[in-house]
C-alpha cells in the first residue's frame, strides 16, 4: 500500500507571503502556500498553481516517490522531484495545525463522493493526530482518467 501525507484544508488558514523580504528566502515567507507555488514554477514546473482562499482546497499530497497531487492535478518526474529539493523550505513540516471538525466532515465527504463517482476503493482518511493521513492502494491511480474525473465531480480538481 502506498503511503502519502494529505496536507489539505490545514493550508488554508496559513496566511499570505505578503511583504516579507528576507534574503534567504526569494519567494517569500517558509511554509506559506503562494511561496511554495512561486518557488516550483520559478524551479521549471511552470503549471505549478497559484493556492486558492489562501491555501490549496483539495490538498496536496506528496508520496515517497515525489509526485505530487495538488489540488487534484498531478505533477510528477524529476522536473518534479528537483523542484521539491530546491523548495523544500517552502513545503510544509511539521505537524499541521489541528483541523476543525466541519474539515474533518469535508474531508469524508469528499472521500464519499470519490467513491460514488467510480472510485470504489477510495478511502476515508485518518485523523492521526493534528492532521490527516490518507493511504491510497496500489489500485488507485490520481494519474487515471476516471481519478480525474471523480476528482473534478467533487470538487477537489478545478473544472
Do not use: T, W
Request: overall charge positive; proline content about 12%.
Amino acid at each position: 500500500m502506498r503511503r502519502i501525507a494529505l496536507i489539505a484544508l490545514v493550508l488554508a488558514g496559513c496566511g499570505s507571503a505578503g511583504a516579507y523580504h528576507n534574503p534567504k528566502y526569494p519567494f517569500g515567507a517558509p511554509n506559506v502556500p503562494i511561496s511554495l507555488s512561486k518557488c516550483m514554477r520559478a524551479n521549471g514546473v511552470s503549471s505549478f498553481p497559484d493556492p486558492q482562499d489562501g491555501g490549496f482546497p483539495g490538498g496536496l499530497m506528496v508520496d515517497s516517490s515525489g509526485q505530487m497531487v495538488v489540488m487534484g492535478q498531478p505533477f510528477a518526474g524529476p522536473a518534479v522531484v528537483r523542484a521539491q529539493k530546491a523548495c523544500e523550505e517552502y513545503l510544509p513540516h511539521g505537524a499541521p495545525p489541528a483541523l476543525s471538525e466541519s474539515q474533518r466532515k469535508a474531508a469524508l465527504a469528499h472521500a464519499a463522493c470519490m467513491r460514488s463517482h467510480g472510485e470504489p476503493d477510495f478511502p476515508d482518511p485518518s485523523f492521526n493526530g493534528p492532521g490527516q493521513q490518507l493511504n491510497l492502494g496500489p489500485g488507485l491511480d490520481p494519474n487515471s482518467p476516471a481519478f480525474q474525473r471523480a476528482a473534478r465531480e467533487c470538487g477537489l480538481l478545478s473544472r
